[in-house]
């Protein structure tokens, strides 16, 4: 399968506290995850990706974590602010070749409220 | 500067038309896609091209056409257009030996 679950669907944070978006994959062959923002009416944006030689990576206030063993991957946002809120996105690619298709969660309506 | 531009932004059509969607990227990227959004998929795969070859296509139907007239344009010709098909379709690129995809600002499509 090459299914992507991505949970919660629906985030309501207080500002200055942690979101925490979780996705699952079934292709055990996926080998680059990235995440993209997506506000109303806008393409969605790259922000941090991961590929499978690594566990962590952060990027200022974005930490992403990679579990290959669990197949999980999972998006942290640090300190947020009313500016995070919007659609998040998490993907995975298989490794097939360098033009894979990108197969999507079904995305995280995140609101952070003051 | 935007380095993808779709056109045309905004496009409403009647059912059993036929309309293309343009793309051209500036990024230098050698490879292009098509991907869809709709309330009831979020972001799915549809076509993609790399030096203007068809590599990958998930899209069941033969409606829907991708054309390259170079390297760096990804239109996407849809013929006998059916309400499903009302979405925003967003045209991506990248680089071959590399990962990451970028999003041009999508072509919003309503089929009345």
């Known amino acids: 399968g090459e299914q992507v679950e991505q949970l919660p669907s629906i985030l309501r944070v207080q500002e200055r506290s942690s979101a925490s978006i979780n996705c699952t994959y079934e292709n055990s062959a996926s080998n680059y995850f990235p995440w993209y923002k997506q506000e109303p009416g806008e393409n969605p944006k790259l922000i941090i990706d991961?590929?499978?030689?690594?566990e962590r990576k952060q990027i200022q206030g974005l930490i992403v974590l990679l579990d290959k063993k669990a197949k999980r991957f999972s998006l942290h946002i640090t300190d947020t602010q009313p500016a995070d809120s919007a659609m998040y996105f998490c993907?995975?690619?298989?490794?097939?070749?360098?033009?894979?298709?990108?197969?999507f969660g079904q995305g995280t309506s995140l609101s952070v409220v003051p | 500067d935007p380095k993808i531009i779709q056109k045309p932004k905004y496009l409403v059509a009647v059912t059993g038309s036929e309309k293309i969607l343009i793309c051209e990227q500036y990024l230098g990227h050698n490879a292009m896609y098509w991907y869809r959004q709709s309330a009831k998929k979020p972001l799915e795969f549809m076509f993609s091209?790399?030096?203007?070859?068809?590599?990958d296509n998930q899209t069941a139907s033969s409606r829907f056409q991708p054309q390259s007239s170079k390297k760096n344009h990804l239109d996407l010709q849809i013929t006998a257009l059916k309400p499903d098909d009302s979405a925003t379709y967003f045209c991506?690129?990248?680089?071959?030996?590399?990962?990451?995809?970028?999003f041009g600002p999508g072509t919003r499509l309503t089929v009345l």
């Open positions: 993907a995975a690619q298989i490794a097939s070749s360098s033009f894979s298709k990108l197969v």
């Open positions: 991961i590929r499978s030689n690594m």
């Open positions: 991506a690129s990248s680089q071959i030996g590399g990962k990451e995809q970028y």
């Open positions: 091209y790399s030096y203007q070859k068809l590599m």
